[in-house]
Nanobody
Framework: QVQVVESGGGLVQAGGSLRLSCTVS????????VGWFRQAPGKEREGVSC????????YYTDSVKGRFTASRDNAKNALYLQMNSLKPEDTAMYYC?????????????????????WGQGTQVTVSS
């Protein structure tokens, strides 16, 4: 049974930091591209950062470059998102997703051109 579980969201003031975690089970983590997405009320879901393999260069959407850092630990079946210098516009539900690395790369996943497994999401709220 595939499970994708996010944690680490919360309420933080602008300029603060949060670290999101995602753990997966039910499939071979090494064989999957994993990524973070977010969706704010009234807005479309967007790919924030995706990584094809441990040590690989992550894809980042322009609005988070220089502020967010994604990493994965294949030994722990885990994906992380370190978010620094948070802004009110970063407020959203953040989701973790995974897609086969045989079929897709990090661009395919973050641009939502892949079939993915999804978590339930974790809320991030940044107050001004």
């Amino acid at each position: 049974q595939v499970q994708v579980v996010e944690s680490g969201g919360g309420l933080v003031q602008a300029g603060g930091s949060l670290r999101l975690s995602c753990t997966v089970s039910g499939f071979r983590f090494d064989d999957y591209v994993v990524g973070w997405f977010r969706q704010a009320p009234g807005k479309e879901r967007e790919g924030v950062s995706c990584i094809r393999r441990a040590g690989g260069l992550p894809y980042y959407t322009d609005s988070v470059k220089g502020r967010f850092t994604a990493s994965r630990d294949n030994a722990k079946n885990a994906l992380y998102l370190q978010m620094n210098s948070l802004k009110p516009e970063d407020t959203a539900m953040y989701y973790c997703a995974a897609a086969s690395a045989i079929l897709y790369n990090e661009y395919d996943v973050c641009l939502s051109r892949a079939n993915m497994f999804w978590g339930q999401g974790t809320q991030v709220t940044v107050s001004s």
